[in-house]
């Protein structure tokens, strides 16, 4: 295997899957610990929170908006990714709990489906970013004009605006997520033996 793609599979392909796998992985122990514990009560109850540490992952996507105001938005980015992958994994864990629940298992594959789509555009971010700076790097360092460059780098610049706009995905199957959840949601609701 060439230099390139190892250094290619190393950082960028294996963080993606090891961040599925760890979610996953994690998910899974907690169930099983909880079985083996006999607190698989405590598992319906972790949709609550999970829910909740979305919600407030969503603070990043009011402050990209515009509709409050940060001083750190990078700082927001990483708290956003921390609060929706801990929210994931309460509900991962809460959804191990009731396996004939269809309306709550498309909620959970919404999840999933969102949680590889913010991964994805995470690493394309990155990997088209890191491609354009380096590019330009090294044509600084051949004496290109700023003009030249610029002519030169038109391409790269393209292609780093179009993965910028991975978005136009992600927040359709948020969306999707958002309407599964809420309708589990209700329907729990609904169901509940109030008397």
């Known amino acids: 295997m060439t230099g390139w793609r190892a250094h290619l599979i190393s950082r960028e392909v294996l963080p993606f899957y090891?961040?599925?796998?760890?979610?996953?992985?994690?998910?899974?122990?907690?169930?099983?610990?909880?079985?083996?514990l006999d607190l698989v009560w405590i598992g319906r109850w972790l949709g609550i929170p999970g829910v909740l540490l979305i919600i407030g992952s969503f603070g990043y996507s009011l402050a990209r908006r515009k509709w409050i105001k940060v001083r750190s938005p990078a700082g927001l980015l990483r708290l956003h990714e921390r609060m929706a992958w801990a929210g994931s994994l309460l509900i991962l864990v809460h959804a191990g709990v009731h396996f004939n629940a269809i309306l709550a298992w498309l909620a959970v594959w919404a999840m999933l489906?969102?949680?590889?789509?913010g991964l994805t555009g995470k690493f394309l971010m990155k990997r088209s970013r890191a491609?354009?700076?380096?590019?330009?790097?090294?044509?600084?360092?051949?004496?290109?004009?700023?003009?030249?460059?610029?002519?030169?780098?038109?391409?790269?610049?393209?292609?780093?605006?179009?993965?910028?706009?991975?978005?136009?995905?992600?927040?359709?199957?948020?969306?999707?997520?958002?309407?599964?959840?809420?309708?589990?949601?209700?329907?729990?609701?609904?169901?509940?033996?109030?008397?």
């Open 113 to 117: 489906i969102n949680i590889a789509s």
């Open 131 to 195: 491609r354009l700076e380096e590019t330009r790097a090294r044509l600084r360092a051949q004496g290109l004009s700023d003009e030249a460059l610029e002519a030169s780098l038109h391409w790269d610049s393209l292609t780093y605006d179009v993965v910028r706009k991975w978005r136009v995905v992600h927040y359709p199957v948020t969306l999707a997520f958002a309407v599964l959840a809420l309708a589990h949601i209700l329907a729990v609701f609904w169901h509940w033996n109030w008397r």
């Open 18 to 36: 090891l961040a599925l796998l760890l979610l996953g992985g994690t998910a899974l122990v907690l169930d099983g610990l909880l079985h083996v």
